[in-house]
């Protein structure tokens, strides 16, 4: 679905939530029912726990803080994730990652009750932790591509290359709006549009759940981060943004924030992780009223709620006093990640004194159960260890394909003078420069590979320039410099610019104006008598004023992922631009970022993106 218009846009998101359709105010008429069909066989298992057992079921450690492995059995852990930088010692390769799951899950399968893990990691845009996985547009690139078919698809493809190692839970989508794009997390987002999160949203969870999540290549899927992550406002956050408070009535969280849960609530969802944040002040992961109350009584969510990473540290008194709050606000399983042993002690202290009535322990261990039935762990004639033979469509050209297509459709076209794109493919000598032309992580941006990325070449792929350079006929020449010396006698320059890799907190910025290296290359290749076409990748709209009279064309690229040739094809004009903004591109004249404040001028609107004539 292409290039559609809003209403159309909207209403093929009623579609995709099949059954379950929302009631004007965004609430799920029909509630997920998905996981209480599983009761009766979860109550089964249940009875047979001790509460040693079914604390173990709650408890989620990083695998990097496993004192010993046979923990995992010793205390019948629910879970096991493998967060930012939490790689195999082996290293980052397809084998060491399958090795490491099948390790950690057969360990599980001899506690006492012999049950499965389910084993986290952020496939954020892919299976990025993985060297030679299909890195994808980040979702900020997705959302210009207003393409639920699309990205259902992208999602289906992540998680088998997910199950090639085992690993059976993406802690994905980011359902966040983000409403300042000064925030790190701006990328991890589709838009600032409530309505193209809700339908893309629930085109990810289709995709990683597929029809039924005992598909042997579903994954359980995660909507994060509840709620109003991206609603917060300057200077809450310890380092702007990020995890600050939002400060909004009940009535725009409703609005603005809450379509994302309620959307893929209906869509069945299995996990939702409640955010770091505050809202009015008060720690999601601390608020019954956000995670019982609305959650799971008003919306009907049968799944489970995973803690963000540490996230019950930050709330107010000791460790003990932290855990009770959560858990008895609605929070099943704690990301801990590191305490483990003592988060094991002091819950079942807290349950023993009965400041955790042992109900609030069933229902969590409950909804965990219910959900590892629906995922077909707990049926004994399958195995939960890796499938190696999904290891021969790991990062294959047909998985690459349908990114490099994700790519074309999410790039959006912000100028064109004189028709300059689509360039032509003899048109004599083509000279590129700027830092992310030959810069696969760059172009990756965060989470790929590492945390925070890595600027450099953490993965495999095909970078920008590689792209040019196999785009081109053969009449063609194709010269580079990264800061855009050596361009005389070129007729067309391509600036490939932006920002480095970051991720979370690391991203704040408070203003958002090019670097200087990134005009200076610009201005260098304009001195040597070029028309200059840009190409900007970046996690988020940036200042462009400065360069905007300069360039003769300027194509926002976001954060493309590993496939490269899709930017190529549509400067050649194999494909045509039909990305349009799903952010408010700013002018460097505000005086604040955030959408609705009456400093934040708009340079383009959403839903801008020119085309070729
Ligand atoms: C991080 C992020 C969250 C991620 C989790 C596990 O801090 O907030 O998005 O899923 O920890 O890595």
Redesign the pocket.
Known sequence: MMNVSRRHFVAAGAAALGAAFLMEDGRAAVAAGRFSQYDKQARGILAQMSLAEKIGQMTQPDKNYLKNPDDVANYSLGSV?S??DSDPKSGNDLISWTDMYDGYQERALHSRLHIPLVY?V?AVHGHNNVIGAVIFPHNIGLGCARNPELVEKAARITSEEVRATGINWA?AP?VAVPQDIRWGRTYEGFSQDPDIVKTLGVAAVKGLQRASLDDPLAVLACS??YIADGGTKWGSGKTGLDQGDAEVDETTLRRIFLPGYTATIAAGVGSI?PS?STWNGVRCSASKKLLTDLLKNELGFEGFLIS??GALNQLPGTYKQQIQTSINAGMDMV?VPDKYVEFIDLLRELATEGSVPVSRIDDAVLRILRVKIAMGLMDRKRSPLADRSLHRTFGSPEHRAVARDCVRQSLVLLKNEGNLLPLSKSAGRIHVSGKTADNMGNQCGGWTIFWQGKTGEPTIGTTILTAIRSAIGSGMKVTFSEDGSNAMGAKIGIAVIGEKPYA?MFGDRSELRLDNEDVGVIARMKSQGLRVVVVLVSGRPLVIDEILPHADAVVAAWLPGSEGDGVADVLFGANKPTGKLSFSWPKGASTSFHIGDSGYRTLFNPGYGLAYS
């Open positions: 994730l967060g930012g986290g952020d802690f980011c994060k981060h992780m770091y963000d990473y990301m979370e």
